[in-house]
């Protein structure tokens, strides 16, 4: 797990507290609690280290937040989250880290305040654009901008430059054995050739048309894959700034104020800024050279030195440190910036002349001008109505009657299951840009209105009106169903009988891929050599593996690239390094093995924690917990 952590919080600054789509959720949305001296709210608590229900569940609702938000289009729910085990993964790293964090609280090893400041002030994204210095004020506006408060970001940086201590000392010195370096070169270095013969269902005779009574017996056999789940009918009103825009009165005057007042930011051309370019081999040389062009003298020439003078946009600089200190704003002609590492070199800049980029007209900019006043009064004007809507909201009003006070229609669809998804599998858009609302109206009954839910950009309500049980149709509502899954069966058993002859024919050696491609109008493909670190990313998954997992000689049959393809797969040959190689490779592999030793002693450091570490877990409020959310669906 430590080694994991290291992974996945690179990012300095949003990594420990913002995962994305992974599991590991460090403290994410709050961890006021965390220090409480007894197990009590806790459901884990190793040393004085603790988490409560509330907090881990809004780590496991964060998890859910970021995989809706990363990938586009994928519906998870609370529930199907759990079902996956998703949450058991999430409370198992909870507790491996909460018991590593209090090993080194007993070790002394924990991270001092010093090394936190250190830390903290390290971070560009912290620092004053103007003097490049760590300014309070920019360090928690960037926190505030994030949602993440003060106090949670130090603690989650705290506590992963204390993982990290530990870590790095599991780590030091971990070196891989020679031995192994060359059996892992052996697996390494191998060349895998191999051929397979791709057969899609439509080479094989259509199946026969299936009687009424064979339908019948399909149905039976499999009444659970025919099972509707429950769907309700639900309405939406959903309130945004674009509701208000029709409010928004701007006049000519507006318009002139605003254009003077931003007329410098409208460029037509960027601003471009002419500067000298300086590259060192060394840190030191390129410090000196700062000094020279600091004092106002210049660069004498110099066989190890690339100087340039060069003019350019920020967006056409690729270094970012050298980029943000040579277009800071408070910048001006003879500033000198630098040094800054870039591919192992150090490069400054002598900032020489600022080129203003070419103002907008008024009348190039009036529609632009126009559109932002007013977006600007329909926000306003969307802000100050929510205080209206709460009110309506606490009346006791229905969805209709809040619509028509806010003029704003309200939209009804077909009946939808827990994932926004009708029974003729169209998605419903408007209620997955609703989720937290969608899957409140699905723990209410019937007759009922959510609460008030909040977006980026929208608020939203739901109501339930109406409840459409799970139920299972019956046969004579699902016969095309039936007809289409048995069909579908069908052709899925004769390509496997069919898969199976020809593997049988290979295997015995009275047939070759190429006599049976011939039959079934089919061609054999074959690679060029394949080693487990560079293998060819355009072939099929399946085929992948099964190439790797075959000895010499052997077949097997995976799924092909669609579901109505199967592949044999056979392995021709492999070629395996001689010894002489293996004196070569050895050393590439080692880091390797290295790599697997280190995270093999972490596993069995943190299988070991529990002995040193007082780690108490309440088995039983989590499994409640866990209930909660399944019985919720």
């Keep these: 797990m430590l080694g994991l952590m290291k992974r996945l919080t690179e990012n300095k600054i949003f990594g420990p507290i913002l995962i994305g789509i992974v599991i590991l959720s460090m403290a994410v949305w709050g961890i006021e609690d965390i220090f409480s001296g007894s197990i009590g709210s806790n459901i884990i608590k190793a040393g004085e280290r603790g988490i409560t229900e509330q907090q881990l569940d809004r780590k496991f609702e964060n998890y859910l937040s970021n995989v809706r938000r990363e990938q586009e289009g994928v519906v998870l729910t609370r529930q199907e989250a759990v079902e996956r085990g998703i949450l058991d993964q999430i409370y198992n790293i909870e507790r491996s880290r909460l018991t590593s964090l209090g090993y080194a609280r007993q070790l002394g090893a924990d991270a001092s305040p010093a090394a936190l400041t250190d830390e903290v002030r390290s971070i560009d994204a912290f620092n004053d654009p103007l003097t490049g210095e760590f300014d309070a004020v920019t360090y928690r506006a960037a926190l505030g901008r994030n949602r993440i408060s003060v106090n949670e970001f130090e603690t989650d940086t705290r506590d992963r430059l204390t993982l990290d201590y530990v870590r790095e000392g599991i780590e030091a010195a971990t070196i891989a054995p020679n031995d192994l ?300 169903r039936a007809k289409i899954g048995y069909e579908t069966v069908r052709q899925s058993d004769a390509l496997r009988i069919a898969l199976d002859s020809v593997k049988s024919s290979v295997d015995s050696g009275l047939g070759t891929l190429e006599d049976q491609a011939e039959r079934f109008g089919s061609a054999v493909e074959t690679t060029t050599g394949l080693r487990r670190t560079a293998f060819d990313q355009t072939l099929p998954p399946a085929v992948l593996n099964a190439i790797f997992a075959l000895d010499e000689g052997e077949t097997n049959v995976v799924q092909g690239r669609s579901p109505g393809e199967m592949i044999l797969v056979k392995l021709d040959r492999v070629d395996r390094p001689a010894s002489e190689e293996l004196d070569a490779l050895a050393p590439i592999s080692a880091s390797r093995v290295a790599t697997q030793l280190r995270n093999d002693i972490l596993f069995a450091f943190e299988q070991e924690l529990d002995d040193v570490v007082d780690v108490t877990t309440d088995d039983t409020a989590f499994g409640a917990y866990r209930a909660r959310i399944v019985e919720a669906q």
């Excluded at 056409?316 to 800071?328: D, I, K, P």
């Excluded at 669809?413 to 609703?434: H, K, M, N, S, Y």
Aim: charged share 25%; aromatic share 8%; net charge negative.
């Design 181 to 480: 370096s060359r059996l892992q070169a052996i697996y390494d270095g191998e060349v895998r050739y191999a051929s397979w013969l791709p057969i899609n269902n439509e080479a094989l005779p259509p199946p026969a048309e299936p009687t009424e009574e064979e339908l019948r017996a399909f149905y039976d056999q499999r009444t659970e894959a025919f099972q509707l789940p429950e769907r309700r009918q639900l309405s939406l009103l959903s309130l945004s700034p674009a509701d208000f825009l029709h409010q928004a009165t701007i006049t000519e005057e507006d318009i002139a104020a605003y254009y003077e007042a931003t007329k410098t930011t409208r460029l037509s051309s960027p601003e471009r800024r002419t500067y000298l370019e300086a590259i060192f081999p060394t840190e030191d040389a390129a410090l000196a050279a700062f000094g020279t062009l600091a004092g106002g003298g210049e660069l004498a020439p110099d066989p190890t030195t690339v100087q340039t003078i060069r003019t350019s946009t920020a967006e056409e600089v690729g270094n970012e440190a050298f980029r943000e200190s040579m277009f800071a704003r408070g910048a001006g002609p003879g500033s000198v910036v630098g040094p800054y590492e870039n591919n192992g070199r150090w490069v400054i800049g002598r900032l020489d002349e600022i080129l203003p980029g070419t103002p907008k007209t008024l009348e190039e900019s009036r529609e632009e001008i126009t559109a932002s006043i007013a977006a600007d009064q329909a926000e306003i004007a969307f802000f100050t109505a929510l205080n209206d809507f709460d009110d309506l909201i606490g009346q006791g009003l229905t969805l209709s009657e809040i619509g028509e006070a806010f003029n704003t229609p309200i939209l009804s669809f077909a009946p939808v299951d827990a994932r926004g998804i009708t029974e003729d599998g169209t998605v419903i858009r408007q209620l997955l840009e609703a989720r937290e609302a969608l899957e409140a109206a699905f723990t209410l009954p019937a007759g009922t209105t959510t609460q008030r839910f909040d977006s980026d950009v929208s608020i939203f309500l739901i109501s339930n009106d109406a409840i459409i049980p799970q139920s299972t149709p019956p046969f004579e509502d699902v016969i095309e």
